[in-house]
């Protein structure tokens, strides 16, 4: 998700809370609060990390499953480009499309909601 600042898109991001598991329920763990639980990833998202013992980025998935890069960073890049050339396949090829990921993350939302979940 994102929000404005002066005109500007900037992303959501995660607050120490999201890697606590024993946070309160309610407690916020990312700055615009839409996540419902520490180390949720909502569909349509991803949560990217650099490991310093592997030098490899990282992800996890809405589904739970995790990506590793096949090579290791460049630190002489920039580090989202980075990231982003690490994972450069056709099905991340839309990743930062926020149209689309704001549609599935709302879709889910309503489903939760009808569910009796949100």
Known sequence: MAYQINGVSLSDFS??????????PG???????????SLEVPAGCYFSWLDPQDWRWHQKQPAGSFITAPAKADFRKNPRDERDAAFSDAENASRHDLLQIQSRYHAVQVSRKAAGQG
């Open 15 to 24: 607050t120490p809370e999201f890697y606590d598991l024993n946070a309160e």
């Open 27 to 37: 407690t916020s763990c990312d700055f615009l609060n839409q996540l419902p639980s």
